[in-house]
């Protein structure tokens, strides 16, 4: 049957079907077509669905069988008391899939591992993924079924990363912010991506055409390797400059820009406060920082008073990205300076 249908990219799907459930939007009882690289979610009439999570078209949709699987759970055949301590959602990212486990579970992984490997198509690899660590925020990740190097490249936005999941930092909770921030970008834009990992912010920006110059820089020299390889495949990857560099040692010799964004969010302020400097009049930076849940309504205040020394700064926003503790958020902060 013929039915309104939110087209994604396959690398989205998992994000998105989640989006939809949550908003009621998903209709269950047709099954989601598989076209290559994308996915059509048959979506419920008169249901509204956010223009930032895809184009809306129509599709043909076939019945879900009835013992078609709903989710990967379903495939592990334990009883319910034990699947009810599996979590629901995992992330996709280019062909690998990467799922966090309850410590309890552990022993159980490569069951787990297998049971995604089936229901999420074109799964090349599954990790058990461990969290990020150390200063280059690099993924401890431990094979637990399909095979190969954790080596992939990623399509969001519509452009296609070079990721290696195991030595350089990449999420694909990420992409609507990449594409937020570099909507904000202005014609004739100086723009400084800092804390690039493999360069989401910066290729999205250099894709849309606005920014004068980007620079791009990371301490992690396999991320700004990985950028390069990224950009060697765009006929705009020349405006993106990637500069191997700690952003102290950056900040010590670069001029103001109009557009600064800061992404290292473990160490929030204190690294925020060392750019905002070069924050030209008229422009702003964007930074990302983990704040406790309670903290939230005062933030901007906080902020505020953190960057004085700095002088002519405001917020203009603080908002939610996304949970990332039980009691914390990751928040992205923008603040501005006057204009001259
Ligand atoms: C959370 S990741 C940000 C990745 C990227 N902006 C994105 O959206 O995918 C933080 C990055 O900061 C880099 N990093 C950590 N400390 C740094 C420093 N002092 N100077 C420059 N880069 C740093 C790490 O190597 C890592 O790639």
Request: charged letters at 25%.
């Amino acid at each position: 049957m013929r039915e309104r249908a939110l087209l994604v990219e396959r690398q989205r799907g998992e994000a998105t079907r989640q989006a939809l459930v949550r908003s009621h939007a998903l209709r269950t009882d047709l099954a989601i077509r598989h076209e290559g690289e994308r996915l059509a979610f048959p979506l419920v009439p008169g249901a509204t669905v956010p223009p930032e999570l895809g184009e809306v078209d129509e599709r043909e949709f076939e019945p879900l069988r009835a013992d078609a699987p709903t989710e990967f759970r379903d495939l592990l055949g334990w009883p319910a008391s034990e699947t009810q301590l599996l979590p629901r959602s995992f992330d996709v990212v280019g062909d690998v899939v990467l799922i966090r486990l309850p410590a309890g579970l552990e022993s159980r992984r490569f069951e787990v591992g297998e049971a995604l490997r089936r229901f999420v198509p074109g799964t090349r690899l599954v990790g058990l993924d461990r969290g990020v660590h150390g200063p280059e925020r690099r993924r401890t990740v431990e094979r637990i079924a399909g095979e190969g190097a954790w080596t992939t490249r990623h399509r969001e936005n519509g452009l296609e990363f070079e990721v290696d999941l195991e030595r350089a930092y990449f999420s694909p909770r990420l992409a609507g912010e990449h594409a937020r921030v570099a909507a904000e970008v202005q014609a004739g834009d100086r723009v400084y991506d800092l804390c690039c990992g493999v360069g989401p912010f910066s290729v999205t920006i250099a894709r849309d055409g606005r920014a004068a110059s980007v620079v791009a820089v990371d301490a992690n020299p396999v991320a700004t390797a990985l950028l390069r390889r990224t950009l060697a495949r765009y006929p705009f990857g020349g405006r993106v400059t990637p500069v191997t560099a700690r952003v102290e040692e950056f900040v010590a010799s670069a001029g103001p820009a109009d557009r600064l964004v800061l992404n290292l969010p473990h160490e929030g302020i204190k690294y925020a406060a060392l750019v905002a400097p070069l924050v030209a009049p008229g422009g702003s930076l964007t930074y990302y920082e983990v704040v406790p849940r309670d903290e939230f309504a005062r933030r901007g205040t906080v902020v505020e008073s953190a960057l004085s020394a700095s002088g002519g700064l405001s917020v203009r926003s603080v908002r939610v990205v996304h949970p990332y503790s039980p009691s914390s958020d990751l928040v992205a902060v923008s603040v501005t300076r006057a204009g001259t």
